[in-house]
């Protein structure tokens, strides 16, 4: 039965409900390009929680689906539109408050991940999670996937810094979660139950985050191995001794597909390089720096860079960051993210070689290597039916492997619609079982990104 949309867009200001064919296109995909994207049957554009809510009503009452989307950064297709669903983009809920007294920043979710750390910087002041796609990702979409980065190592991932929410859930109530306070036990944790949730529990609307004072400038070392497995027992070396401030790992593909797209004169022969950053107070950052380059020059370093000047290990921090597009440049991505505990991690990056051997395919590792969480990047062409098969087998066998080593088939980038059928194989029948009643308990008629997680 057809949906009269009319009632929707009376019942939101001018201009906040889409439905030109030619706009919808550009809302069906997100940046995994999921093949079996839908058309929304309308977008909407809030700019207030009160639209949300109306949004969320309309759709409540009518049980029409509804697609939760940020920016649009998801690389695990979690927002990925749905035919016949709604898709409620924040993408123009951007406000930002900072409180300095609190250290708090209060932000809607579509504000990027980069001008919240501007905003807190003008203060003095620094928030730390930092996905590499921080330039062009959402403070929602962070929320969603309890996002990570190149800080994470030492200052640990988004949920550390979330003190409050709102969230409008499936009926359209809207509801306030934690606050300012750095301490609050009252109740069940809600607000961490959010955090991470994909969209599938509820929209949120406002989000109140812990701030840092600001960053000591750090010191960089980087360096080049001969092999993938040197480097990784590198990194076991350091973080036996120090938490460094980044730990950032590139293999040969990306180490060239970087120097081709920059120009940077880094090693095209290494088999592997390390970026690693320091940002302990007065004398101590020379003793970690020591300690860095001790253990790179233990397990073969061929060259070893350190730097104090701000802008050149800003270069190094930035060629790791263009690792995902500099390699995509190769071809479409298939995109992992998978993470092992530490001492697994040499056997997780020479288990991803050989599954490129074993199924013919160019994959290529990028890492946060300091928490164990990799992003193999698997090149293959669509058009070419038999490589694309053969992608995602791989695709599967490393996330298998993950799971294998005892760790998760997701880091940082959430589950999505492309990793759902793995999660059982981590989490085992019983916890999916609590997943589903949460779900069933929050949106009784599943109408929360359907297809996400579950």
Not at 286 to 315: K, L, Q, R, Y
Request: hydrophobic share 45%.
């Amino acid at each position: 039965m057809a949906v009269d949309i009319s009632t929707l867009v009376a019942a939101l200001p001018a201009g906040r409900v889409v439905t030109d064919p030619d706009v919808l296109g550009a809302y069906r995909f997100d940046r995994a390009n999921d093949p079996d994207a839908g058309t929304p049957l309308a977008v909407v554009r809030p700019t207030s929680t009160e639209q949300v809510q109306a949004a969320v009503r309309w759709c409540s009452q009518r049980a029409v689906p509804m697609v939760v989307r940020g920016a649009g950064t998801s690389l695990s297709g979690g927002s990925t539109a749905v035919d016949g669903a709604v898709t409620i983009c924040t993408e123009q809920m951007t406000d930002i408050t900072v409180d300095v007294a609190t250290r708090t920043v209060v932000a809607q979710p579509g504000a990027l991940n980069a001008d919240v750390k501007a905003a807190a910087a003008q203060h003095g002041l620094w928030y730390p999670p930092d996905p590499s796609s921080f330039e062009i990702c959402s403070i929602g979409g962070n929320i969603a996937t309890n996002a990570g980065g190149l800080c994470c190592v030492k200052y640990g991932v988004t949920v550390e810094y979330v003190l409050g929410l709102q969230v409008v859930l499936a009926d359209g109530r809207a509801v306030r979660l934690g606050g300012r306070q750095l301490k609050d036990s009252a109740g069940l944790p809600l607000t961490k139950l959010f955090v991470g949730s994909e969209g599938v529990l509820g929209i949120v609307t406002e989000v109140t985050l812990r701030l840092l004072p600001a960053q000591s400038t750090p010191a960089t070392v980087v360096a080049s191995f001969p092999s993938v497995v040197e480097a990784t027992r590198a990194v076991l070396d350091i973080t036996a001794q120090i938490r460094p401030a980044m730990l950032e790992f590139m293999d040969s593909v990306a180490i060239n597909a970087v120097e081709d797209m920059l120009k940077m004169d880094l090693d095209r022969s290494a088999g592997a390089m390390l970026v690693a950053q320091s940002d302990a107070a007065g004398p101590a950052v020379a003793h970690e720096v020591a300690i860095i380059e001790a253990a790179f020059a233990e397990h073969g370093a061929t060259e070893c860079f350190s730097t104090t000047d701000p802008e050149e290990g800003e270069m190094f921090t930035a060629a790791r960051r263009a690792a995902i597009p500099a390699v995509e440049r190769l071809g479409p991505l298939l995109l992992e993210d998978v993470g092992v505990p530490l001492p697994q991690l040499p056997d997780l990056v020479a288990g991803v070689a050989e599954i490129a051997t074993t199924n013919d395919v160019t994959i290529s590792v990028i890492a946060h290597a300091g928490d164990g969480n990799t992003h193999p990047l698997i090149v293959h062409d669509p058009d070419d039916a038999d490589e694309t098969r053969r992608a995602n087998k791989a695709f599967g066998q490393i996330m298998d492997l993950a799971i294998e080593l005892g760790g998760t088939i997701t880091g940082e980038h959430g589950v999505g619609r492309l990793k759902k059928g793995w999660l059982p194989d981590q989490v085992g029948p019983d916890v999916m079982e609590m997943t589903a009643m949460i779900k069933k308990a929050l949106d009784p008629q599943g109408l929360l990104n359907p297809g996400v997680v579950l």
